[in-house]
């Protein structure tokens, strides 16, 4: 069974739409993130949370918000779509691994195409 | 080598070639992550070393993590077409993880 799971897998959205990237996990960790990665590089992060009711600023969150209303679910919504979010974003959840390691755990991605 | 601005790095090697894949970074890590990432799917986890370990072994996967040089490396032995991939490394120590830019990994037969 997928323990990360998101939703749509795929979206094509208008420049100035509003678009909400869904991500659910059955891992019952505290901790989730959600990376962009654009074709040729790593990924980069953009929000992330450490339970429910939290969000923090990752690395890039200029044009991103991020909303987490339960232990098992965490949004990404951006507000006025731009070309230049035109990305593949995953969502991961994260569980303490022993000192001061996290392991994450990723979902299948989200393919996304600004007009 | 990963890290910093790097672009996506690529090897391409022959079946039963070994392989090795390098990580340099910047700030000081007691922790790096190894994440494999097949096409079309999301990384997943493959070996986890911490700086007390120095070398981590998971069937043809070696780590090594050298603090003092603030270096790490994953090598294959003996690769096969099915570990074709992009390899990334993580600076972990934190709820947070720093990527590398990847490797990706072709293995011909």
């Known amino acids: 069974e997928a323990a990360v799971t998101q939703s749509p897998r795929n979206k094509v959205a208008v420049t100035g739409g509003k678009v909400t990237l869904s991500c659910n996990q059955t891992n019952n960790h505290n901790n989730m993130y959600w990376y962009r990665q654009d074709t040729g590089h790593g990924l980069r992060l953009i929000h992330y949370?450490?339970?429910?009711?939290?969000?923090e600023k990752g690395d890039i969150p200029d044009g991103y918000k991020a909303s987490r209303p339960s232990q098992e679910n965490f949004s990404l919504i951006l507000e006025l779509a731009t070309p230049s979010q035109t990305s593949v974003y995953f969502c991961a959840s994260g569980d303490w691994a022993g000192g001061s390691s996290y392991e994450q755990y990723f979902g299948p991605g989200t393919r996304l195409t600004v007009l | 080598s990963q890290w910093g601005e790097e672009n996506l790095q690529a090897l391409s090697i022959q079946e039963g070639e070994d392989v090795t894949m390098n990580c340099s970074y910047k700030?000081?890590?007691?922790?790096v992550h190894w994440y494999r990432q097949d096409s079309g799917r999301g990384p997943a986890l493959i070996i986890l070393i911490r700086s007390n370990e120095r070398e981590k072994r998971s069937g043809r996967l070696r780590a090594t993590l050298d603090t003092s040089s603030q270096s790490s490396s994953l090598s294959i032995t003996a690769a096969q077409c099915e570990d074709t991939a992009v390899y990334f490394c993580a600076q972990g120590g934190s709820a947070k993880l720093i990527f590398g830019e990847g490797t990706k990994l072709t293995v011909s037969s």
């Open positions: 700030t000081y890590t007691t922790v």
């Open positions: 949370s450490y339970g429910a009711g939290s969000t």
